[in-house]
């Protein structure tokens, strides 16, 4: 699916560069362009974003 119509940016690629350490938004700015232009895209592409973080943190269990 396509996020950002301006740049022509995927959920796969942002998924990616997330995967790749890119973990703010800004992050995916300076990477991806996601948001630099019309700003449609951006609370899909912080869904994304949250969601992805929440999948990759780490919980410890307090005893």
């Given at each position: 699916m396509y996020v950002c119509?301006?740049?022509?940016i995927t959920e796969r690629q942002l998924k990616e560069a997330i995967a790749e350490g890119n973990t703010e938004f800004m992050d995916l700015k300076r990477e991806l362009g996601v948001g630099s232009q019309c700003?449609?895209?951006i609370?899909?592409?912080?869904?994304?974003?949250?969601e992805e973080?929440?999948?990759?943190?780490?919980?410890?269990?307090?005893?």
């Amino acid at each position: 699916m396509y996020v950002c119509l301006c740049k022509g940016i995927t959920e796969r690629q942002l998924k990616e560069a997330i995967a790749e350490g890119n973990t703010e938004f800004m992050d995916l700015k300076r990477e991806l362009g996601v948001g630099s232009q019309c700003g449609k895209c951006i609370p899909v592409a912080l869904a994304i974003l949250a969601e992805e973080n929440a999948k990759n943190a780490v919980y410890y269990e307090v005893a």
